[in-house]
């Protein structure tokens, strides 16, 4: 190929990037210096938080600090341990020594886990994760309609999950209950005990209240968020936002995005940030009162994450389909935006 052709190649995939990169997890590393974002080019980003809200802050240093191709397809989820980054691709799921990411331009991962297979060209893709750092355990839900609870000691599942009739498209974990939960393409959000096989323990069917269906979109839950003390749950997609006291399984609040569906949800100091398939970052009361519309710069969010593991640099990032991740200081307004480098 041609020294021309191949850099009109060059081009074309860097504006293809441009226009279609969607960045659809955060991570913050355990310091809170750093955030770690995916995308659907496969590549990982890392960013530093601590330099970017410096007062001398520059462009420069809201761009990444290290940017590599991490899997070859898409990376929908991100989880962050005490050690590891935890990436889940479309094949596998990789653990990445956040001391490498920092320093090292190119590296590798620290260890693999191999989603069980009956065929190796029907290897499912993983949605969600999440961390139990009690136990040491991760919780995957993917594109096979199961969740595995996997010791990260020996790589190995050691509870499947089998209930859900259609794939999952998030988790979440409750550790103060050994439980975790899961919502899924199929309209259910399920609550599941880590220590036992298909040990459902109860089931929430959001899509049969008629406050929240909206039939014309289907069924499908695209989040599911627990708050710290493990008494409410958040989850939400083709039917509206509902808000479940976990004890009672009983609903008590819908929050209405009617120009929109609902993509990532999390609880904040007793508030629910919520947003999805509109440019606009939703602040809602427990009782489903909207206090705030935000306008965020991706056309749709995916992820919302909040930086707790560090008192200087707490902040809300927010990112989607845009090449853009916004970071939020207060959480009523953009502050600044890191540049995702695909």
């Known amino acids: 190929m041609s020294t021309a052709n191949f850099s009109k190649l060059e081009r074309a995939r860097e504006q293809r990037a441009k226009l279609y990169t969607t960045v659809f997890s955060q991570a913050y590393s355990p310091c809170g210096n750093y955030l770690a974002t995916c995308s659907n080019f496969g590549q990982i980003a890392v960013f530093s938080v601590k330099n970017a809200l410096a007062v001398d802050a520059t462009e420069e240093s809201r761009k990444p600090i290290n940017s590599f191709k991490a899997h070859n397809g898409s990376i929908y989820a991100l989880e962050a341990t005490p050690g590891f980054l935890v990436s889940g691709g479309p094949s596998e799921i990789h653990g990445w020594k956040w001391k490498n990411l920092i320093h090292s331009k190119d590296p590798k991962p620290a260890w693999t886990l191999t989603l069980p297979s009956s065929s190796p060209y029907d290897i499912p893709e993983t949605n969600g994760l999440a961390y139990n750092s009690q136990n040491d355990t991760l919780i995957s839900g993917g594109g096979d309609n199961l969740v595995y609870i996997w010791d990260l000691e020996t790589g190995e599942p050691i509870v499947t999950m089998s209930g859900h009739k259609d794939y999952i498209h998030c988790v979440a974990n409750l550790e103060k209950s050994n439980q975790c939960v899961s919502g899924s393409e199929d309209g259910t959000v399920r609550f599941w005990d880590c220590r036992a096989k298909n040990s459902m323990s109860s089931m929430f069917e959001p899509n049969k209240k008629k406050a929240v269906k909206r039939p014309e979109l289907g069924n499908w839950i695209s ?33 209405q995005t009617p120009n929109s569906c609902s993509l990532t949800a999390i609880f904040h100091e007793g508030k629910i940030l919520t947003a999805g398939s509109e440019p606009t970052l939703f602040h809602w009361t427990m009782n489903g009162d909207k206090e705030a519309e935000i306008p965020v710069s991706p056309e749709s969010v995916y992820s919302l994450a909040v930086n707790k593991n560090s008192k200087s640099n707490k902040v809300l990032s927010i990112a989607g389909f845009s090449l853009s991740i916004d970071v939020c200081t207060n959480f009523n307004y953009r502050a600044f935006s890191f540049g995702f480098a695909s």
């Open 223 to 255: 989040c599911v968020a627990v708050d710290g003390a493990e008494q409410w749950l958040v989850c939400g997609g083709a039917p509206y936002l509902s808000c479940w006291h976990i004890p009672s399984s009983t609903m008590t609040s819908v929050l």
